[in-house]
């Protein structure tokens, strides 16, 4: 959610404050040092408490947007559990050491098991790092259960402190980054940034960039979502909304996504040749090697789509973004076409782009309260859960469509209150036939 934060305000705004971005991420460092050894009880406990508290209502509101906007039950396990261990961190002077250590040992092996089966099964770049931390999150939770050498009465402080710890990291390396980053090249060709090679061709301009704005044109994401392009007769839940449906024939659909700003950028990314999708093969297609690259092809318009295919079940706008970067990067990347299910698909592209194109789409002159503001927002939680998942599998029709919906409400509407928040929350329970639409 951080490089999210840094990607949308952007790093002309933040280039004069490396330094207090580093100083912040050795800060939160300390900090997590303290309240981890529990030395000064009194900041532990306002830690804590405070980050307790942030957990519960961020759970509670991102439910509630789940909820009323029926994303189902994927969208809502993330939240549900955010909200969990909030209410878990308020109240563990009044829970058992045992139910704590057990609680938080199960969300260890949860997000373990997030990481480690995708990487197991796509093999992707950097697929060893994601199976190394997810089995460090095994034996942590293994520790916790134990009791040893992390006593369960500090149970809550050390996963508390491993949080902090990790976010002042990051923020220490970013600051330290940013320092040496040149005017013309885009954040996302940081390191940061760069773990799958999907911002290879961010883009690099050398001449006076007009910056992002609100635009007459529009971005418009279709999805085509598994459920929706299948002839399905079994739901499977989670599955048939993020990996795949399979039809009544026994096929498998994937779905598909695209973008489209009139009249010249049409991004549709398709392989050449119909892929075998039956289950016997659909495993050994997920591997993103270099053995499953195939010849692909970019579709020239939507209207060629639909007569081959289906019409998207799914559109979400974007009125807000820089057009230059997103043709630099569409330029760049449609200079080899070559397809992976897993590390080079339709929505692998349809993500980079749109990043590449909300690049300082929030920029300020104020950063640091455009920072925090982003992160009293659940908009922000919601997309960035997204790409957290995407960088530990892939980017599918699902992940893109559930990252796409919430980022456009942050850029288009970067100023809604609460009051007008809370309003569209009572006027999608009072209409909910329009709950599915974006």
């Avoid at 934060?5 to 952007?10: E, S």
């Avoid at 659909?253 to 009139?262: K, M, Q, R, W």
């Avoid at 289950?279 to 081959?308: C, I």
Wanted: with cysteine; net charge neutral; glycine share 8%.
């Amino acid at each position: 959610m951080l490089k999210l934060a840094f990607l949308l305000i952007g790093p002309a705004s933040f280039r004069g404050h490396w330094h207090g971005i580093a100083a912040l991420g050795a800060g939160l460092m300390g900090l997590a040092a303290l309240v981890v050894t529990d030395v000064v009880p009194a900041i532990s406990a306002i830690t804590y408490h405070a980050l307790g508290l942030a957990f519960a209502a961020y759970g509670a509101l991102a439910l509630a947007a789940a909820v009323v906007a029926r994303r189902g039950a994927a969208a809502c396990l993330a939240p549900a559990l955010s909200m969990l261990a909030g209410l878990a961190i308020l109240l563990a002077p009044i829970e058992s050491d045992l139910a704590l250590a057990l609680f938080y040992a199960f969300l260890f092996v949860v997000d373990g098991i997030g990481r480690i089966v995708p990487a197991m099964v796509g093999r992707f770049v950097g697929w060893r790092l994601h199976v190394a931390l997810a089995v460090g999150e095994f034996l942590l939770a293994l520790l916790l259960i134990a009791g040893w050498p992390i006593p369960r009465s500090h149970a809550v402080h050390f996963c508390v402190g491993v949080f902090i710890g990790g976010a002042g990291w990051l923020l220490l390396r970013l600051g330290l980054m940013l320092r040496t980053l040149e005017e013309e090249v885009a954040i996302l060709m940081l390191p940061l940034f760069a773990g799958r090679g999907w911002y290879e061709h961010a883009p690099i301009l050398v001449e006076d960039d007009a910056g992002a704005r609100r635009q007459d044109r529009p971005i418009l994401i279709r999805v085509w979502t598994p459920r929706g392009a299948a002839n399905i007769t079994d739901r499977m839940p989670i599955l048939d909304r993020y990996i795949g449906a399979v039809d009544r024939d026994g096929s498998i659909s994937t779905g598909h996504s695209s973008l489209e700003v009139a009249p010249d950028v049409y991004i549709s990314h398709y392989p050449k040749q119909e892929m075998t999708r039956s289950s016997d093969h659909f495993l050994h297609a997920l591997r993103g090697a270099k053995e499953n690259d195939a010849p692909g092809l970019f579709q020239p318009d939507y209207a060629t789509e639909v007569a081959q295919w289906v019409e998207a079940d799914r559109e979400v706008r974007f009125h807000t973004y820089n057009p230059r970067r997103l043709r630099a990067f569409w330029i760049g990347y449609r200079q080899d076409s070559t397809y992976n299910v897993v590390n080079r698909n339709c929505s692998t592209v349809i993500a980079g782009a749109l990043d590449a194109a909300l690049e300082g789409v929030l920029a300020t002159d104020r950063p640091w309260r455009r920072l925090l503001a982003l992160m009293l927002n659940p908009d922000m939680w919601l997309a960035g859960l997204m790409r957290l998942r995407a960088d530990s599998a892939t980017w599918t029709p699902g992940f893109l469509l559930d990252y796409a919906v919430p980022l456009a409400r942050i850029v288009d509407r970067p100023d809604l209150s609460w009051h007008h928040r809370f309003a569209w929350f009572l006027a999608r329970f009072r209409r909910p036939e329009e709950a599915g639409a974006d």
